[in-house]
């Protein structure tokens, strides 16, 4: 049985891997960090990705995510997204991302499918084709091959085996993609901040050419939301005028689990909701803000549910809310999936905290 290195509990619920309980990690944070740092360096290094943001004096100054990497010549941002060549940035500019792409049946599983346009028909006939789900139409998922953060249990971490190699996509290329029967698209990934000049360029050549051609194109954002705050508007302008949902994975309430499970802060993030929220009240139809955590058994437990949900509540408690079953990936290997009557206590706990719509999603992965 897995136990903790500092309080010696044993049970299913601790990760050997990260060696200690999800109590200990938060309240005794500075004692057990060293190790758990080790652990997120070791896992870049397996993927020849910095260890670290680059602070390099004179070194090319990255403004798209809170990390403000200050990249060397020849060097790459802790994202591996964006280096830096002749002097320049290169990677996530519309000239070139490292990011694939395919057509999703609507409805599909997406984490705001629950009471979206394309998965309900809610917004119809200004946001949706049909006054139902969106049969016949498709989803065009971009997937992009680098994110931002280090999350130990990354969901789509093959995507780490990607980041830096490979064809540059120009954004108008992925907006050609864009056909007759895409109703959305969802920059997701990896994560679409390291690449969000491509990613809004894509979507605008998109979306004119839709409005020409009298077609809906609603613009999805899945993200971890640590975009500096000067990206928030250009993003928000993007889906509210299309019909389309920001959808922002808030994945701890304490910073000390954040930083433990995703070797980077929450602050960003959670300034960022709280500043899109005061948006949501520009397009009554249809939210334009979602968030989602994913149940990680023994870490993401009640305490940081209760705290995610008073903080979303606080800002707006019709801004609807999606609980996620965890299924064991990357270094997390060794946790069980979320058990049913956890999922079940969240979501009666982020209830009580005062969000009025709470979803379980992934449930066929429930125990
Ligand atoms: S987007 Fe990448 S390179 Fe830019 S600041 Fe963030 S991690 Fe660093
Ligand atoms: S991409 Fe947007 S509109 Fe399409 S299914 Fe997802 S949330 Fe709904």
Known sequence: MPHCRLCGADNPFISARLGFCGPCLRRHFAQVWPEVEQVHRASRRDFGL?????????????????????????????????????GRIVGGTPTGAGVSWYDDPLPTNCVADWFCPGGTGRGYPTYANRDGPEYGYVNLAVFYHACNFNCLYCQNWDFKRRTGQGRQVTAQELADAVQD?????????????????????????ARQEAMACRRRLRICWETNGAMQAGWLKPLADSSLKSGGIIKFDLKAFSEEMHLALTGVSNSQTLMNFAALAQRVSGRPEVPLLTASTLLVPGYVDLEEIYGLARFIAGLNPEIPYSLLAFYPQFYLTDLPVTPRDLALAAQETARQAGVKYVNLGNVHLLK
């Open 50 to 86: 910095p260890e670290e943001p680059p602070r390099a004096v004179g070194g090319k100054l990255c403004t798209l995510c809170f990390l403000a990497c200050r990249i060397p010549e020849g060097g790459v941002g802790y994202c591996g997204a964006r280096r830096v060549v002749g």
């Open 181 to 205: 029967r895409t109703a959305c698209i969802c920059f997701f990934g990896g994560d679409p901040t390291p690449h969000l000049p491509h990613a809004l360029a894509a979507a605008h050549w």
